[in-house]
C-alpha cells in the first residue's frame, strides 16, 4: 500500500519568499504523484503531477516539483510567493497503471502567506 | 467553474435524519467518487463508480449509501448519522483510462454537521 506523509501542518511565509511544501511517501511499486491545491470554501484543484520523465515538474501559478526516487520525496516549491497562494496543499500518490484513480493523500500543509 | 457541482454548499442534520448529498459533472467523465475531508485527517476516499457500477467500496459504514443512475450524476443517501461523521464531503469525477491516469476533477463540497 501506498502511504503520504507532509511534514509540516502549517508555513508561514512573507510575501515574495521562497518556499519550499515537503512531501515523502513510500510504495514498493512504481508511483504517480500529484500535488493539489484547495483554496478555502472550494475543492481541490491539480497544481501538477509527475507520471514519468523529467523529475522536474511544473505546475500552475509558477509551482515546481522534484521527484527524488532515492529519497522518495515529490517536494513543492515556488521561487516568490504571492498573497492569493494562501491555500492547503495536498500532496498525493498513487500506483501506477490502476485503471482509475485511487489516490492516497496526505494531511495537508496550510501555506500562510503574509505582507 | 470546475464542471463538477454540489449541493447543498452546507447541511445540519440530527441524527435521526434522512438526507442525501448530489453531485453532478458536466464534463463527460466517467469515473466519480466520495470523498470524505475532516479537520486534521487526509481525504478519506469512500466510494468509486466506474461506468455506473461500484467498483471501490473503502470499508464505509452502512449509513452512508450512495447512488450512481448515470454517469453524471452521483449521490450519497444518509441516514442516522453520528456526530463524527460531520466533515466535509467531496465529489470529484475523472475520465478512466486504464494505465493513464488523468486528473481528478474536485466539486466544492458539501460541509456537513450532525447533532
Known amino acids: 500500500a501506498q502511504s503520504v506523509t507532509q511534514l509540516d501542518s502549517q508555513v508561514p511565509v512573507f510575501e515574495e519568499a521562497p518556499v519550499e511544501l515537503r512531501c515523502n511517501y513510500s510504495?514498493?511499486?512504481?508511483?504517480?504523484l500529484f500535488w493539489y491545491v484547495q483554496y478555502p470554501n472550494q475543492g481541490l484543484q491539480l497544481l501538477l503531477k509527475?507520471?514519468?520523465?523529467?523529475?522536474l515538474v511544473k505546475g500552475i501559478n509558477g509551482f515546481e516539483a522534484e521527484f527524488n526516487k532515492s529519497q522518495t520525496s515529490f517536494h513543492l516549491r515556488k521561487p516568490s510567493v504571492h498573497i492569493s497562494d494562501t491555500a492547503e496543499y495536498f500532496c498525493a500518490v498513487t500506483k501506477r497503471y490502476t485503471g482509475f484513480q485511487k489516490l492516497v493523500f496526505g494531511t495537508g500543509t496550510r501555506l500562510l502567506v503574509s505582507p | 467553474e470546475t464542471g463538477v457541482t454540489q449541493t447543498p454548499r452546507h447541511l445540519v442534520m440530527g441524527m435521526t435524519n434522512k438526507k442525501s448529498l448530489k453531485c453532478e459533472q458536466h464534463?463527460?467523465?466517467?469515473?466519480m467518487y466520495w470523498y470524505k475531508q475532516s479537520a486534521k485527517k487526509p481525504l478519506e476516499l469512500m466510494f468509486v463508480y466506474s461506468l455506473e457500477e461500484r467498483v471501490e467500496n473503502n470499508s464505509v459504514p452502512s449509513r452512508f449509501s450512495p447512488e450512481c443512475p448515470n454517469s453524471s450524476h452521483l449521490f450519497l443517501h444518509l441516514h442516522t448519522l453520528q456526530p463524527e461523521d460531520s466533515a466535509l464531503y467531496l465529489c470529484a469525477s475523472s475520465q478512466d483510462r486504464s494505465g493513464d491516469n488523468e486528473k481528478l476533477f474536485f466539486g466544492s463540497g458539501t460541509q456537513l454537521s450532525v447533532l
Open positions: 464534463l463527460g467523465h466517467n469515473a
Open positions: 510504495s514498493s511499486v512504481s508511483v504517480y
Open positions: 509527475y507520471l514519468s520523465g523529467s523529475t
